[in-house]
């Protein structure tokens, strides 16, 4: 025991002797050779040869002591060794040398010199090799020679005086150190910014310094804990480095191999290196993705967009996603035609971006940023500015001469004035406008609503205890024995919020359980909808209690108590569509079969709705959360009566203005959304966009646009793969035919013009394949989308714009179904 106690001892101490006599100077008499090692005297970095290249060469480099395996400087990139034999030293001269053991040729040197010999060369705790001379003057450092990584303390960026430039080079591969293909260099020209370039091609950019960060990396707030940047502007020099702050971890940025930015992170818990942070981030960041006067913009399924008053330079190429060749401007510009200065022409603010590249603007970072504006203005040939520094408000100017490239959205980005001919301006306030005029009618609307219920509800108190019920063929049940609203407080548990099972834009839908042991749904109605006179509500309920079709969800009955208003009806196990097909579980019970026997269904509860029943009736909330699947999985239209209901059967419906839009944003046709133009068309629509969704088990969002999506999968024969991957795997050859019928079927009820979407008998008849179903023509691709995100003007959420246009009062049920 006591042997091996010693023997412990021993091997510390010699472990411990060896560790003090670690060097980390070199000197003319004190050599580096073969494995011997140069320690920085907190021991955190090494400088020695290690091999690379399946260890057939040797090189001279830096690595962290904790990882020797991440070596962060690389003296003889080029000349490797191809043995260990090599020897550093410091020459009579005062440089540092590397010469080949075998030969004594100079493999590599500083190419220093001193007049004040002799000179020595330390390795430090921050990784920096320093040569100075007997004075303690600098000769020579490896900090201003980084070769792929940047450590707290290195800088990139140029010096203006001599040309001498600091940027990265990537390794030719992560076992090979000679230069490969990427650099990482800072453009000086305009505001300056960082690049990566690859083979003479850019291929990112950080985007300009706004004075507190690249404007393209908005993450680097989120590191301002850890690390302090420091941007440095001056006669003499441009450039960008990090430092650690104080108890900050180990970190190091690195261009990798494939030309990525990477900020790793040393987690010293796991002893390994995470990734903090790499750009590019996504593919908006690759260079010129929109190309010029383009949009990238990573939640539009499109990607990219045109700057408004700019479209598709080549639409073809464009609508085939090859959009390199970028936008063109709609209107020539004015310059200089509306009046003396130029005032033709106006701009156009986009919002939130990274700013186009600045290589070849004017930069001032005195003048502000109307004073930015006006130069603009004067000045025919300027195509935009922006403010240089977002500190305090902002500050000075840059003015962008020719295309604007490389534009994107970006969190926290800044804003870009677009020089646009004055008449796109105008058509662009219009749009505003009328968003105005809809937020301040949907507000007074909203006032005069409020007013008026408060006067109902105190009507309505002298009301109490109405109630109804229906019996088989929809006809009221008169004379019940107990207030059905006792029962169905009993039955909900008082609408517990356990008996949740639903809500929208109409109310809330609970469980419940009837004495007799029949399940019902119960929605209580928003107090909202109770503005329509009781006799009018009676009446309709009555109507739509008459609608009875295997497909359409059954209501029992109604019940009027005070002011609230429930519907009662059948309750459906399986709940709502939405929650299988939205469900990355769920989604995978759903068989193709299942989803054909849902589709077949819903077209047929709509045929019946529109053509069949007595009181044909526009649904118009047609979404997967108003399907319900019974336990059969039988599938049934709900919400329907809520809707206006029409009695003339076969009379014009078409282009009914309707005095209330009410709908759900995704499946709302164009027609109605924008001028509430109502028809049958528009539960097409609907079921277009629902059959599409219920095949690939994607929402149509107006961020991310399945109908577009759909159309440019279709364009290029690639149809299919639109198929939920779910499913796609197991449907037989008979079964991808029919998918594919039923997209275009589904293009086909999403067209344009609501003439071109066949009726439903039709749509029925097409996926039954008994009659065949035509070309489809090109769908909406929602006009925000193609243009740039919509948020630029000023409006707020995305969701707004798409029901811009209408003057009339609006109501959506909510915006992305339940
Ligand atoms: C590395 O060397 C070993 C043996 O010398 C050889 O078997 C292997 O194929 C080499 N690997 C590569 C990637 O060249
Ligand atoms: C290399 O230089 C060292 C010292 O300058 C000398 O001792 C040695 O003999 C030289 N070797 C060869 C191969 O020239
Ligand atoms: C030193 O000078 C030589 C010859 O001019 C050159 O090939 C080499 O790249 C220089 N070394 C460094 C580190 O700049
Ligand atoms: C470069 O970094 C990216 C992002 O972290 C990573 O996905 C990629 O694999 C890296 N490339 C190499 C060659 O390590
Ligand atoms: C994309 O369009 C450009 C012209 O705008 C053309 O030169 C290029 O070949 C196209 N690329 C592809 C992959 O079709
Ligand atoms: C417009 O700006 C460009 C670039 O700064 C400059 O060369 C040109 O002289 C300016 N033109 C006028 C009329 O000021």
Request: hydrophobic letters at 40%; charged letters at 20%; one cysteine or more.
């Amino acid at each position: 025991m006591s042997h091996l106690f010693l023997a412990l001892l021993s091997a510390l101490l010699l472990l411990s002797a060896s560790a003090a006599a670690a060097e980390s100077t070199l000197t003319q008499s004190r050599t580096l050779a073969g494995d011997q090692r140069l320690t920085s005297p907190g021991e955190i970095f090494q400088l020695g040869l290690f091999p690379a290249v399946n260890r057939s060469r040797w090189f001279l480099g830096i690595w962290f002591t904790v990882s020797p395996d991440t070596v962060v400087w690389v003296a003889n990139r080029d000349r490797p060794f191809s043995s260990q034999s090599g020897v550093v030293a410091v020459s009579g001269r005062g440089a540092l040398v590397l010469l080949d053991g075998a030969s004594n040729d100079t493999v590599w040197s500083s190419n220093s010199s001193a007049a004040a010999t002799p000179a020595q060369a330390q390795l430090l705790d921050t990784g920096n090799l320093v040569l100075t001379d007997k004075d303690g003057n600098i000769l020579w450092q490896s900090f201003e020679h980084p070769t792929n990584t940047l450590l707290p303390g290195i800088r990139v960026g140029k010096d203006l005086r001599t040309g001498a430039e600091w940027s990265l080079s990537s390794w030719r591969s992560a076992d090979d150190p000679s230069p490969g293909d990427f650099r990482y260099v800072m453009d000086t020209s305009g505001s300056p910014e960082l690049k990566v370039w690859s083979k003479g091609r850019k291929t990112y950019r950080t985007g300009p310094w706004n004075g507190v960060r690249f404007g393209g990396i908005p993450e680097m707030t989120t590191f301002e804990d850890m690390f302090e940047f420091q941007f440095t502007v001056t006669a003499g020099e441009v450039s960008y480095m990090f430092r650690n702050r104080d108890r900050s971890p180990m970190s190091r940025v690195l261009l990798n191999e494939s030309g990525v930015m990477q900020r790793m992170v040393w987690d010293r818990t796991a002893r390994a290196w995470s990734n903090f942070w790499s750009g590019p981030r996504d593919q908006c960041d690759n260079y010129g993705r929109c190309g010029a006067f383009g949009v990238c913009n990573v939640v539009d399924a499109t990607v990219c967009g045109c700057i408004r008053g700019f479209a598709p330079r080549s639409p073809a190429e464009w609508y085939m996603r090859n959009t390199s060749g970028g936008c063109a401007r709609g209107t020539p510009l004015q310059c200089g035609g509306g009046g003396g200065d130029g005032n033709g022409d106006g701009f156009y603010a986009l919002r939130g971006v990274k700013l186009p590249e600045t290589h070849g603007c004017a930069v001032d970072a005195a003048a502000t940023l109307e004073e930015c504006g006006r130069r603009c203005l004067s000045n025919c040939s300027c195509t935009a500015y922006a403010g240089a520094d977002i500190r305090g408000g902002g500050s000075g100017c840059i003015q962008w001469f020719g295309d604007l490239m490389d534009t994107r959205f970006v969190d926290g980005g800044q804003d870009l004035y677009v020089r646009v001919a004055k008449s796109e301006l105008d058509a662009i306030k219009n749009t505003r406008n009328k968003l105005v005029l809809v937020i301040s009618l949907v507000i007074t609307g909203l006032v005069l609503l409020l007013l008026s219920l408060g006067f109902l509800i105190r009507r309505k108190s002298r009301r109490c205890k109405k109630f109804r019920f229906l019996d088989e063929t929809g006809d009221f049940i008169t004379g019940c024995p107990t207030c059905p609203l006792e029962i169905i407080r009993a039955a909900t548990n008082n609408f517990s919020p356990d008996n949740k099972i639903g809500e929208g834009g109409f109310g809330i839908v609970y469980k419940g359980q009837l004495p007799d042991g029949q399940e019902v749904a119960v929605k209580k109605l928003s107090k909202e909808n109770t503005v329509q006179g009781l006799k009018e509500f009676m009446n309709e309920v009555e109507l739509i209690a008459k609608l009875q079709h295997r497909n359409l969800v059954r209501l029992l009955g109604c019940c009027i108590q005070c002011s609230e208003r429930l519907l009662v009806y059948e309750y459906m196990s399986n709940k709502s569509l939405d929650k299988f097909i939205f469900d990355e579980s769920r989604r995978t019970d759903l068989s193709w079969k299942t989803r054909m026997d849902i589709i077949i269904g819903v077209a047929r509860g709509l045929v019946y709705l529109h053509e069949d029943s007595r009181h044909t009736m526009i649904h118009r909330d047609l979404k997967a959360a108003n399907v319900l699947l019974d336990a059969d999985m039988v599938a049934k239209i709900s919400d329907f009566g809520i809707a206006k209901l029409f009695n003339s059967k076969g009379g014009r419906l078409d282009c009914t203005v309707t005095e209330r839009i009410v709908g759900t944003l995704g499946y709302m046709s164009p027609e109605y959304a924008m001028d509430g133009r109502l028809s049958f068309m528009q539960d097409v629509y609907s079921f277009g966009v629902l059959l599409l969704e219920i095949i690939s088990g994607r929402r149509n969002h107006l961020s991310s646009n399945l109908i577009a999506h759909t159309w440019m999968l279709w364009q290029e024969g690639r149809n299919l793969e639109l198929l939920d991957p779910a499913v796609r795997g197991e449907c037989t050859a008979g079964e991808l035919e029919q998918a594919a019928t039923c997209i275009q079927v589904g293009l086909l009820c999403v067209q344009e013009s609501p003439d071109e979407r066949p009726p439903m008998a039709d749509v029925i008849h097409m996926l039954s394949r008994e009659k065949a179903p035509g070309q489809p023509r090109r769908p909406v691709l929602c006009t925000p989308m193609m243009s740039a995100r919509p948020v630029v003007i000023d409006l707020g959420a995305q969701e707004t714009i798409a029901a811009c246009g209408h003057s009339g009062r609006l109501t959506m049920t909510n915006l992305e179904g339940r």
